[in-house]
């Protein structure tokens, strides 16, 4: 199973439409992560029609209402946390994970406890528009960064990742788009 990722579209701040670098990229995949600050959901429509993969998106700070910005209307594709359970694999996908431990804040597995119900093997986020494919305590953290709003710079093409789920392995990279 091929499973894209996309983070922070920021639309319509970042620019009005998603790139077509973005679809092309991630056409033919078999499913879409969105990691959340779509801003608009409107972005899981455009992903679905023209990707043709069926979307799932984490519900960020830039979809809650935070900084003045519009609550997200209810969509059943839309959550703060989803788990998937593919080819034996526990996957988790939420807006702000860290790839590391913070002072005084709570572990790695305190943080899949309060996402996920448990440990899982790959937790997709996003909120940095960094991109990120890392292993912590032996779980795969996977952040595809932004493809309009790279590190928080200019609107300019930035990137997208994908994970390959078989055989109970996974496989993750991140694409920079031309």
Same mark, same amino acid.
């Given at each position: 199973m091929l499973i894209g990722l996309v983070s922070d579209t920021h639309v319509p701040e970042?620019?009005?439409?998603?790139? @077509?670098e973005v679809y092309a990229a991630l056409r033919g995949v078999? #499913?879409?992560l969105h990691g959340g600050d779509m801003h608009?959901?409107?972005?899981? @429509?455009?992903?679905?029609?023209?990707?043709?993969?069926?979307? #799932?998106?984490?519900?960020g700070n830039g979809d809650d209402g935070s900084s003045g910005r519009n609550i997200a209307p209810d969509d059943p594709r839309l959550s703060y946390n989803h788990l998937l359970h593919i080819d034996g694999l526990r996957i988790g996908t939420?807006?702000?994970?860290p790839d590391r431990p913070f002072m005084g804040s709570a572990n790695l597995r305190e943080r899949m406890d309060r996402h996920f119900g448990g440990p899982c093997h790959v937790v997709v986020g996003g909120d940095t528009h960094v991109p990120l494919v890392k292993t912590w305590e032996g779980t795969l953290i996977v952040n595809s960064g932004s493809p309009l709003y790279p590190r928080n710079l200019l609107t300019q093409l930035g990137t997208v990742g994908f994970l390959e789920v078989q055989g109970g392995r996974v496989d993750a990279w991140i694409e920079q788009l031309h």
């Open positions: 970042a620019r009005r439409t998603i790139f @077509d078999d #499913l879409i608009d959901v409107v972005v899981l @429509d455009w992903l679905e029609d023209r990707c043709g993969a069926p979307v #799932l998106g984490a519900c939420t807006h702000d994970f």
